[in-house]
Nanobody, 115 residues
């Protein structure tokens, strides 16, 4: 599976961005796709994930502000981020966990939120 993340950029606090993760390859065997983020000197952390059955899970900081969705027809997973805060600034990565439990990462996309 190959993952291509896009949609990052510079936005003012309170603004919105939509990140996209395009999956290709053996997409039928993907169990879960998630968005993670990382800032320098900190561990990569889960933002939200979604299963192939549509179950979603959000980090506390994302609950109520971010929405993850999966368009199966396009093999795309989106992360809609609203009410962005400067502390949301990070490199965002998409991740796929297969039904075999293999794991794949896409390249990151930088989100910068200015105050």
């Amino acid at each position: 599976v190959q993952l291509q993340a896009s949609g990052g950029g510079l936005v003012q606090a309170g603004g919105s961005l939509r990140l996209s993760c395009a999956a290709s390859g053996s997409t039928r065997t993907i169990n879960t796709i998630g968005w993670y983020r990382q800032v320098p000197s900190k561990r990569r952390e889960l933002v939200a994930d979604i299963t192939s059955d549509g179950y979603t899970d959000y980090a506390n900081f994302a609950e109520g502000r971010f929405t993850i969705s999966w368009d199966n027809s396009k093999n795309m997973v989106y992360l809609q981020m609203n009410s962005l805060k400067p502390e949301d600034t990070a490199v965002y990565y998409c991740n796929a966990v297969m039904k075999t439990l293999n794991e794949f990462w896409g390249q990151g996309t930088l989100v910068t939120v200015s105050s």
